[in-house]
T-cell receptor, first 113, second 112 residues
């Protein structure tokens, strides 16, 4: 068990809908990272938050947004969902702001029908 | 394009054999990491090697880093069926806003 908790484990929704994925980092970790993993694109970095502030941005679509709350948990919001958004979404956490060892959650499998 | 690219894409070996996986990258790095992912699960950190290190061991794992060739290798000795997984290299490129960049991964199958 990595200590990173992601909910829900599975999510099935329809095109055009909006969903929220939640992540609780390991105790003591200040950084949270979001990744999207699909068969054709591999593991894509979306965004990093460090102690509540956006730290780094990757290939995150404008339809997607994230935030980190004062208790350090994070949420990834996906809106106007398309079929191509179906993927595994992972949250990871690390102690510091630099990209050191990351601890991954079990992921949320999103299916857009 | 991906910073880290693994080679081969897939590897199938017999239990007890050694597995060697390679990773090449493009820019200067602070460190390089290897992660394992069992099917449909989250990634698990295996080992980190810093840019000033050439070799590192952890149990049955041996990682080498050649910064002049911008490449790394992961050797798993005496493989077991439980080593069946995807393996990813990830690079922490130098720079103020660097991010950890993962390769596409190598699928390792260890036949019992």
């Amino acid at each position: 068990d990595s200590g990173v908790t992601q909910t829900p484990k599975h999510l099935i929704t329809a095109t055009g809908q909006r969903v929220t994925l939640r992540c609780s980092p390991r105790s003591g970790d200040l950084s949270v990272y979001w990744y999207q993993q699909s068969l054709d694109q591999g593991l894509q970095f979306l965004i990093q938050y460090y102690n509540g502030e956006e730290r780094a941005k990757g290939n995150i679509l404008e339809r997607f947004s994230a935030q980190q709350f004062p208790d350090l948990h994070s949420e990834l919001n996906l809106s106007s969902l398309e079929l191509g958004d179906s993927a595994l979404y992972f949250c990871a956490s690390s102690v510091g702001a630099r990209q050191n060892i990351q601890y991954f959650g079990a992921g949320t499998r999103l299916s857009v029908l | 394009s991906q910073q880290g690219e693994e080679d081969p894409q897939a590897l199938s070996i017999q239990e007890g054999e050694n597995a060697t996986m390679n990773c090449s990258y493009k820019t200067s790095i602070n460190n390089l990491q290897w992660y394992r992912q069992n099917s449909g699960r989250g990634l698990v950190h295996l080992i980190l090697i810093r840019s000033n290190e050439r070799e590192k061991h952890s149990g049955r794992l041996r990682v080498t880093l050649d910064t002049s060739k911008k490449s790394s290798s992961l050797l798993i000795t005496a493989s077991r069926a439980a080593d069946t997984a995807s393996y990813f290299c990830a690079t922490d490129a130098t720079g103020a806003n660097s991010k950890l960049t993962f390769g596409k991964g190598i699928t390792l199958s260890v036949r019992p």
